[in-house]
């Protein structure tokens, strides 16, 4: 399975944070929610998502591309919550 993160990070509309990725040349959304970002980095209160996204990037993607591998992708998304964060 070829997976390449190309990104931009984007603010959707919930606050949270899209990042494009392809998989096997096919385009998904990999999707974190505000929470996610929260929990990865407890110390910052109520920090800008795509700071926080930006300080946290490879972590996060590293759980994208575990939920990848484990075929949790559906319709073309990708959703990271806090408690996929370990």
Known sequence: MKIDFIG???LS???GIDY???VDDQDITCYFSYE???EVD???LMGEALELFA???LKLLSIA???ILKGQ???GRLEVYSHDIS
């Open 65 to 67: 591309e575990n939920k």
């Open 55 to 57: 300080h946290h990037q």
């Open 73 to 75: 992708v559906h319709a």
């Open 13 to 15: 509309v919930d606050g």
């Open 20 to 22: 494009a990725a392809k």
């Open 36 to 38: 996610t970002l929260e």
């Open 8 to 10: 931009p990070a984007l």
């Open 42 to 44: 407890p110390d910052a």
